[in-house]
């Protein structure tokens, strides 16, 4: 089973706020985007990977994959202007051997051995899985009174979370399910690669994810992201969080 992985790195991370690119932000003076890539390198499934990033971060995330010596890196592209552009542009570099596709945020940086072979096990038979976790809070529908944007949120009504998982990645598709998926719906604004497949009408399966699975998408997610190093054990170098 030939699997090639895409890691998404393409983004702006405007949210962050910061002049450094995110994947590049450094948690234990180690790069967030090295964290996944040294696991997905590691794991004997992965037989290739290509990274997705942009314009801004070119140069260091090939220094990083130099640094640490990252195996299995077939290509790095850069990505386009929303997600699934950037997604694209990886597909179109895949080995034609290629049967399985894993698709990952580089900024989530906790990936394990596990979840990988679980996601890649489970897409062997439905041909689409993906990683989440149960939703612990209480969810409210939300609706403005008054004048649209301007009007006061009030409660519409509470939603029953006993089904509603929060999803992460990794993501694995056979290829041409992914493929398919982007060739009639890569135009639709989505917020993960699921939601195309869905929309195919295909099934999709979900294996339990970890609550150490974050994305860093704000500078507090980098505490948490010590935290959970802290937790694993991990030794910590000097400076222990460095932006």
């Avoid at 706020?17 to 890539?37: G, H, M, R, T």
Wanted: glycine fraction near 6%.
């Amino acid at each position: 089973m030939y699997v090639t992985a895409i890691v998404l790195a393409a983004g702006r991370g405007l949210r962050f706020n910061l002049k450094i690119s995110k994947p590049l932000v450094e948690i234990n003076s180690q790069a967030l985007i090295v964290y996944c890539l040294n696991t997905l390198s590691k794991h004997p499934y992965i037989r290739d990977i290509i990274v997705v990033v942009n314009s801004r971060n070119l140069e260091g995330v090939l220094s990083k994959i130099r640094q640490y010596r990252i195996a299995k890196i077939k290509d790095v592209v850069l990505g386009g202007r929303l997600r699934q552009d950037s997604v694209r542009n990886g597909l179109k570099v895949m080995d034609s051997l290629t049967d399985l596709v894993l698709i990952h945020d580089g900024v989530r940086p906790f990936i394990d051995k596990e979840l990988v072979s679980a996601l890649v096990n489970a897409a062997k038979k439905s041909g689409a899985a993906i990683a989440g976790v149960p939703v612990k809070a209480t969810i409210k529908k939300v609706k403005r009174q008054g004048l649209r944007s301007m009007g006061k949120p009030v409660v519409e009504k509470t939603i029953n979370r006993n089904n509603l998982w929060e999803i992460q990645t990794p993501q694995v598709f056979r290829k041409d399910l992914i493929l398919k998926a982007y060739g009639r719906f890569g135009n639709v604004d989505v917020t993960d690669d699921a939601m195309l497949v869905e929309k195919l009408g295909a099934k999709v399966s979900v294996v339990l994810g970890s609550s150490d699975n974050i994305k860093i998408t704000t500078l507090e997610d980098l505490v948490i992201a010590e935290a959970i190093l802290k937790a694993q054990g991990v030794q910590y170098a000097e400076p222990r969080l460095k932006i």
